[in-house]
T-cell receptor, first 114, second 112 residues
Framework: KNQVEQSPQSLIILEGKNCTLQCNYTVSPFSNLRWYKQDTGRGPVSLTIMTFSENTKSNGRYTATLDADTKQSSLHITASQLSDSASYICVVSSFSGGYNKLIFGAGTRLAVHP | ETGVTQSPTHLIKTRGQQVTLRCSSQSGHNTVSWYQQALGQGPQFIFQYYREEENGRGNFPPRFSGLQFPNYSSELNVNALELDDSALYLC???????????FGPGTRLTVL
């Protein structure tokens, strides 16, 4: 069964600190992996995308890593800001049956406190 | 902003009623996907529309149906609403053959 599991479920950190969110997946066939940021009550916004051959991808203070052998990914946030408070969702893309299917994790809810 | 719009923003219905949610895709996009996101969960794929036809479907019953119009906008219809249908409904638009999807702000449906 195609699954994406994220940890921790929630996280509280102080402003300025770093944090790392984890994602494990069992999806086949694998097309790519994305990290999305979702503010409360809003739609998800893509932060990074990585294909099978990419190990790391950065977007400002966000750095994602991918280990396709162990099927694990992480999202590292550096020097956190209050505006980083949101849910971060790991999404694996799988092309099958003629269309591209996105399998979403449940997300990690991050709260950044002053 | 992604350029994807959804209406209404919020909606309250009672069990057994029917609801229609609307989505306008980003300019240049011809594919629309619908997702259901329960509180505290990740989005679950409902179905995808391309060229006004359903192109793929997740594990949702037939009372979830959709339409895509010639201008690529889309509707999600849910009949015989159940309490568990309460969720944020997201629509995402993309170009066929490209898997980058841009999400709208969602419609929050509450079923009482």
């Amino acid at each position: 069964k195609n699954q994406v599991e994220q940890s921790p479920q929630s996280l509280i950190i102080l402003e300025g600190k770093n944090c790392t969110l984890q994602c494990n997946y069992t999806v086949s066939p694998f097309s790519n992996l994305r990290w999305y940021k979702q503010d409360t009550g809003r739609g998800p916004v893509s932060l990074t995308i990585m294909t099978f051959s990419e190990n790391t991808k950065s977007n400002g203070r966000y750095t994602a890593t991918l280990d396709a052998d162990t099927k694990q990914s992480s999202l590292h946030i550096t020097a956190s800001q209050l505006s980083d408070s949101a849910s971060y969702i790991c999404v694996v893309s799988s092309f099958s049956g003629g269309y591209n299917k996105l399998i979403f994790g449940a997300g990690t809810r991050l709260a950044v406190h002053p | 902003e992604t350029g994807v719009t959804q209406s209404p923003t919020h909606l309250i219905k009672t069990r057994g009623q029917q609801v229609t949610l609307r989505c306008s895709s980003q300019s240049g996009h011809n594919t629309v996907s619908w997702y259901q996101q329960a509180l505290g969960q990740g989005p679950q794929f409902i179905f995808q529309y391309y060229r006004e036809e359903e192109n793929g479907r997740g594990n949702f019953p037939p009372r979830f149906s959709g339409l895509q119009f010639p201008n690529y906008s889309s509707e999600l219809n849910v009949n015989a609403l159940e309490l568990d249908d309460s969720a944020l409904y997201l629509c995402a638009s993309s170009s066929w053959g490209r898997d980058t999807q841009y999400f709208g702000p969602g419609t929050r449906l509450t079923v009482l």
